[in-house]
């Protein structure tokens, strides 16, 4: 057990730090350089906060997707690896041409867009964010 | 990578444009490395060249191979690609010598004219001083392509140029492949999708020309009153010139600014409609949307790529590290545009 901050809370520390403090100091490729420092420490943080919840419902669709028996795991990295096997295993549907039409294409299309989705809430939720609200528009108009 | 003291490499560089130019003097000045470069190096500086007592000043840009590794391309190639290009009138720097020897610099180079302006795509969407460019760009930039399909090969001596077989978007689909293949470390079902949504789809070509291969805003020199140089000419190749058309239309160039479809500066339509006016050859719809999904799936595995360049150790860099987190960006794109 460690004592706080969390490992969060020292990461948004230093982001913030090189954020406010570092980027207005420096300028041109260091600046940017800097910036990407900066928003690697919050991809961290953010998937500290939320990997383990998001890789469960992945492994869950997958094994649902490819009708396995949904596996009783509990490690996090148990469950990486069994998403990562599945996600070969969709592959090679997908090669095969498995998902080239019909329902189960939709599944699939659906299970994928959810997987990216969730790889984007961590990596960069703004993009997601606008990508949602274009689709919205879209749709309405 | 050979290492070249600063002023051994000033030495051999002043030395070589004066037997290369026949001048009687050379002088070189402000001799600096410019930032950015990630695949070549690129240095900046100004020439004093004298001539039977008659003195020619230029602002040039060295152009160099980095190390050994992963070098893919020709910079004689490039040299006369882009020489072709300014003879035919495309915006492009000057292009004055160019070396492969080893002995001059260490790896092989050319040198150019240096063309002010701005290249940062950012300050393009956004800054007050570039609303003219805005403004402008969109049909400057279709007419400069049409130019550029029309520049002739054969009248060039671009004899070089990998032929793309029967089909250029098949052969493309399949090179990008390999790379995804070899290069890929987790499975990726959008990419999968994506290359079997593209292998029923192949265009047929009924074109081919000269490609620029990354005609793209980040390859663009622009000012206030719009484009002033093209660059960037490494990946030219002959194939579809639609090919150009949809990389230019890809995601990642929009920075943001995602309903306008071309460079986050104007739609597809306009940008359509121009080049059809300037080449006098229809744009098919199906066609440039087959090559808008295949460049964010090559935008893609380039991210894969650049990772891994980092992940391997050839490059280690914050930011090649931090673009293997982009790759989920292309992926929602192609979803997109796939279902």
């Known amino acids: 057990m460690q004592d706080r901050p969390t490992s969060i809370e020292l990461l948004e520390a230093a982001a913030d730090f090189v954020d406010r403090e570092l980027v207005p100091t420096i300028e041109g490729a260091r600046q940017f350089q800097a910036r990407v420092v900066a928003n690697v420490m919050r991809i961290v943080a953010r998937e500290i906060a939320m990997e383990d919840p998001l890789v469960r419902s992945e492994v869950k669709a997958l094994a649902r997707l490819l009708q396995h028996d949904a596996p009783h795991l509990h490690s996090l990295d148990d469950l990486r690896k069994a998403a990562a096997s599945m996600g070969e295993e969709l592959t090679a549907k997908v090669r095969a041409g498995d998902a080239d039409e019909g329902d189960w294409r939709r599944e699939v299309l659906a299970v994928v867009r959810q997987s990216v989705e969730d790889k984007l809430r961590i990596a960069n939720p703004r993009y997601l964010e606008s990508d949602i609200a274009i689709r919205k528009s879209k749709t309405e108009n | 990578m050979p290492k070249l003291e600063l002023s051994e490499m000033l030495a051999r560089l002043t030395a070589f444009i004066r037997s290369e130019g026949q001048f009687d003097a050379v002088a070189i000045e402000n001799f600096r490395k410019m930032p950015g470069g990630a695949s070549r190096e690129i240095w900046s500086f100004d020439c004093a060249m004298e001539r039977r007592g008659e003195t020619t000043r230029r602002a040039m840009v060295l152009?160099?191979?980095?190390?050994?590794?992963?070098?893919?391309?020709?910079?004689?190639?490039?040299?006369?690609?882009?020489?072709?290009?300014?003879?035919?009138?495309?915006?492009?720097?000057?292009?004055?010598?160019?070396?492969?020897?080893?002995?001059?610099?260490?790896?092989?180079?050319?040198?150019?004219?240096?063309?002010?302006?701005?290249?940062?795509?950012?300050?393009?969407?956004?800054?007050?001083?570039?609303?003219?460019?805005?403004?402008?760009?969109?049909?400057?930039?279709?007419?400069?392509?049409?130019?550029?399909?029309?520049?002739?090969?054969?009248?060039?001596?671009?004899?070089?140029?990998?032929?793309?077989?029967?089909?250029?978007?098949?052969?493309?689909v399949k090179r990008y492949e390999e790379n995804f293949r070899r290069l890929a470390l987790e499975p990726h079902p959008a990419f999968e999708l994506a290359f079997r949504w593209l292998v029923k789809r192949v265009p047929k070509t009924p074109r081919k020309t000269l490609v620029h291969g990354d005609y793209r805003i980040g390859n663009v020199i622009f000012g206030p009153e719009g484009v002033r140089s093209i660059l960037d000419w490494e990946l030219a190749h002959l194939g579809d010139p639609m090919e150009d058309v949809g990389w230019m239309c890809v995601r990642a160039w929009r920075f943001g600014n995602d309903q306008k479809a071309v460079g986050g500066l104007g739609t597809r339509e306009d940008f359509f409609r121009a080049y059809e006016k300037a080449s006098g050859a229809p744009v098919d719809p199906e066609a440039a949307r087959f090559w808008e999904v295949f460049g964010n799936l090559r935008w893609g595995i380039i991210t894969i790529s650049q990772a891994r360049t980092h992940i391997d150790g050839f490059v280690k860099s914050v930011e090649l590290a931090s673009i293997g987190r982009r790759t989920a960006e292309t992926e929602l794109e192609l979803l997109n545009l796939i279902e």
């Not at chain 2, 292009?95 to 260490?106: G, I, N, R």
């Not at chain 2, 302006?117 to 007419?143: C, H, N």
């Open chain 2, 63 to 172: 152009r160099r191979d980095p190390g050994a590794h992963n070098i893919s391309t020709n910079r004689l190639h490039e040299f006369m690609v882009i020489r072709a290009a300014f003879e035919e009138r495309v915006p492009v720097p000057e292009v004055f010598w160019v070396s492969e020897d080893p002995a001059v610099l260490a790896s092989a180079f050319f040198i150019m004219e240096r063309v002010d302006g701005e290249t940062l795509a950012r300050r393009l969407l956004r800054d007050d001083a570039y609303s003219r460019a805005r403004e402008v760009m969109p049909a400057q930039l279709a007419e400069i392509l049409a130019k550029i399909h029309r520049i002739d090969p054969v009248k060039h001596k671009l004899d070089f140029l990998a032929e793309p077989g029967e089909s250029a978007a098949m052969t493309e």
